[in-house]
């Protein structure tokens, strides 16, 4: 390991170098993110490995591959588990999801329930909603659910679709749901069962460069946006805004905010649930 001193002077343009080489080795786009946010940590793994210029870093990764992942992890752009801050799935549940269940069951479009998990990482989110809205419609069955979980990274994607999992993703999960929605395989994994796996489409999509999808109820879009710039920030809950129903909700992390108040209402400031404002 180098002294940090030692790298922290090196010229933006070649860190600069370093993130889109990155971006096309994972089909990413880190551009995007909030470059001294990329830049702390790309100087944090060249520190780490024992590179001094961006040369040596690119060399390094070409020779051990397995040092993408460990960037994008240092990034935790992928990190997550099954019901992450679980109060905000059961308040949705209680709260937001009652209303639009209710809803549901009094207008034309009655029965389909449209949800998007925008940047769903390796799946656990977009899976995790697929068996909040089958345990709150178990008596409904006429009820359609349908799920597009969205990513940047086809890596992440792929595991997602695949739908095994270790003991450490359900850390914050009901065993009984553990029990009822998954069914043990090898080396202490578990696979999505098929009742909720047929629930989630997967797709390749970037929040930042492409359009919203439309017609949809409900968008989770969690622990994203802490990565973008104010104006980015701004651009996509405007996307979000296009991409709801009327009425539709948006779930953001807790670290995260809507700042236009002209768009959205605060339906659950504490869980940072938030319903489109009818213009």
Not at 37 to 52: A, N, P, V, Y
Not at 195 to 215: A, G, S, Y
Not at 258 to 276: A, E, G, R
Request: net charge neutral; glycine share 2%.
């Amino acid at each position: 390991m180098v002294d940090y001193k030692a790298i922290k002077n090196i010229p933006q343009e070649e860190l600069i170098r370093i993130l889109r080489f990155i971006s096309e080795q994972k089909s990413i786009d880190l551009c995007s993110y909030r470059q001294n946010f990329c830049f702390r940590h790309i100087r944090s793994r060249m520190q780490e490995t024992g590179c001094l210029t961006a040369s040596d870093y690119i060399r390094y990764i070409k020779e051990n591959k397995e040092e993408l992942d460990h960037f994008i992890d240092s990034l935790s752009i992928n990190v997550t588990h099954f019901f992450r801050d679980k109060e905000v799935f059961e308040a949705f549940a209680k709260n937001a999801l009652v209303e639009l269940i209710q809803k549901k069951d009094s207008v034309a479009d009655r029965g389909v329930i449209r949800v998007w998990s925008a940047a769903c990482a390796t799946g656990q989110e977009p899976y995790s909603l697929a068996i909040l809205l089958t345990e709150a419609l178990q008596k409904k069955p006429n009820f359609l659910i349908k799920i597009l979980a969205t990513d940047v990274d086809n890596d992440a994607l792929e595991a997602a679709q695949k739908g095994f999992y270790e003991e450490r993703d359900f850390r914050e999960m009901d065993k009984k749901l553990l029990e009822k929605y998954f069914e043990p395989v090898y080396n202490g994994k578990y696979s999505v069962h098929p009742q909720i796996r047929n629930l989630v489409k997967f797709e390749r999509h970037n929040l930042i460069t492409d359009p919203p999808f439309k017609h949809m109820d409900i968008i989770f879009c969690r622990n994203v946006m802490i990565y973008f710039s104010r104006q980015q920030q701004d651009e996509l809950i405007k996307k979000f805004y296009e991409g709801l129903n009327s009425g539709g909700f948006l779930v953001l992390a807790k670290v995260e905010m809507v700042w236009n108040k002209d768009l959205f209402k605060i339906y659950d400031l504490n869980n940072k649930i938030y319903q489109k404002i009818n213009q």
